[in-house]
């Protein structure tokens, strides 16, 4: 796949992604320009009036499980003893480049938000967890432009893996152990790096704090204007992947319908035959997708997510059983290999949906494939089991019909797969182009 373009949709103005016809990397100088570093007209709000204006905001994290941010930040801040702040750049997820983007081409922004978050929980000490080199370096060198920082940032970067950027994962790497889940109790909130309460957030979800860190003029409301959904027009980052003919990262609004997005932005000119949301994790839609608002909710509410914003886009020469069968072939391989449940879960989902690719199913092995997407979900360390469950449920789900036809005959659109591959499915370019103009 060539290198992804960047783009911002026309209804928004850009928060996150830089304006159109923006050079490269943000260094310090360009940042402050643009108003980095120097707070709201009050300077900058902080510990409980700031974590106030996120939970009034609502934004929730972007890493995948869109818990509020508000609630984390307060989870920890009310923790006994010293705190510390990881923020969270390993982007397991091979269908998403936000995180790399934003740390390669705005770590100011990253680091803003990092001193914001820190302060509010009053962490001792900073981390960037990353996988990614040239992330990491674009990092070192913000900081080595900065002056003294309140808190301490150290770079901490890791081998990259699927399960490496799950948040006891990242804790346990930090602590000088394998990138690799932990079974909880206890949550980092309550004992993480260095036994001390720990928030660990998404990488973009950290670089919308410093807006909102911004404190008003004496007297002026600080709601308006900061609401993270629909009402408030807020944005996100879309990596939009898959057949689609402009595929990109994108800053999309809230509350419009996904197919909107994706037909003004990567250029679909109707409803594709289906979707894989929120990376591999949240699963498989139907073209009833392309209708769907860009909410966190109602993805939720149709069992199914936005994740972390992944979306990839399943053309006509695109078989959603295959797809199904290739994407479970990677959690089969890239799972910790800790968890009995695990292990062994995605192994024999894996197996029934090749199986079913293949063309060489019977209905017991669809039954079974039902019956573990319904008992297998919270049985692991971490989430990668139920990441495979929602691949299975959907897909029995939201095309039955494929899925029968598959039990009568092979299919010729999954003929030529090779799930042996080592590569991941639908993975994207790490490297993103500079902002360009989007019609």
């Known amino acids: 796949m ?3 373009i960047t783009g911002v949709h026309p209804a ?3 928060r996150l992604l830089l304006p159109a016809g923006a050079p490269g990397r943000e260094d310090r100088a360009a940042y402050e320009a643009r108003g980095g570093y120097s707070g709201g007209p009050g300077g900058y709000l902080e510990g409980e009036d700031l974590i106030s204006a996120v939970a009034e905001a609502g934004l929730r994290g972007r890493g995948g499980a869109a818990f509020p941010l508000g609630v984390k930040l307060a989870a920890v801040a009310a923790q006994p003893g010293d705190h510390v702040l990881v923020v969270n750049g390993e982007e397991g997820e091979p269908a998403s480049v936000k995180d790399r983007w934003l740390l390669r081409t705005r770590p100011h922004l990253v680091l803003d938000g990092t001193v914001r978050a820190a302060r509010a929980i009053g962490a001792v000490t900073a981390y960037v967890y990353v996988s990614d080199d040239q992330a990491a370096e674009s990092v070192r060198t913000a900081l080595a432009e900065l002056d003294e920082l309140p808190v301490p940032v150290h770079v901490r970067t890791v081998s990259h893996s699927y399960v490496a950027g799950e948040e006891t994962a990242a804790v346990r790497a930090i602590n000088g152990g394998p990138a690799k889940p932990t079974d909880k109790p206890p949550r980092p909130f309550e004992e993480g790096v260095a036994g001390c309460p720990t928030l660990v957030s ?6 919308n704090l410093p807006r909102l860190a911004a404190a008003p003029a004496p007297g002026e409301d600080v709601s308006p204007g900061r609401g993270f959904g629909p009402a408030g027009q807020e944005t996100f980052l879309m990596t939009l992947t898959g057949s689609c003919p402009r595929p990109g990262l994108y800053e999309v609004p ?10 003004t932005l990567g250029g679909l000119t109707g409803p594709p035959r289906g979707y894989l949301m929120g990376g591999y994790f949240a699963g498989l839609l139907n073209r009833r997708g392309h209708v769907l608002t860009l909410d966190y909710d109602v993805f939720r509410d149709q069992g199914s997510g936005l994740g972390c914003g992944a979306v990839i886009v399943l053309g006509p020469a695109d078989c959603p059983v295959g797809c199904a069968a290739q994407v479970m072939a990677y959690f089969d391989r890239n799972n910790a290999s800790q968890c009995g449940s695990c292990f062994n879960g995605t192994a024999a989902m894996s197996g029934v949906t090749a ?3 293949a063309g060489i199913a019977g ?6 494939l039902e019956s573990w997407a319904a008992f297998l979900p919270g049985r692991g360390a971490c989430a990668t089991l139920d990441g495979a469950a929602n691949v299975a449920r959907s897909l029995l789900r939201e095309f039955p019909a494929e899925v029968e036809a598959h039990l009568r005959d092979r299919c010729g659109q999954c003929a030529e797969l090779d799930l042996t591959a080592a590569t991941a499915p639908f ?10 103009e989007t019609a």
Do not use: K
């Open 202 to 207: 998404n990488v973009e979800t950290i670089a």
């Open 427 to 436: 993975a994207v370019a790490a490297y993103a182009q500079p902002a360009e």
């Open 2 to 4: 060539p290198p992804l």
């Open 355 to 357: 199986a079913l690719a």
């Open 363 to 368: 209905q017991a092995d669809v039954r079974r």
């Open 12 to 14: 928004v103005t850009p």
């Open 254 to 263: 809230f509350g419009g319908p996904l197919g909107e997005a994706a037909e």
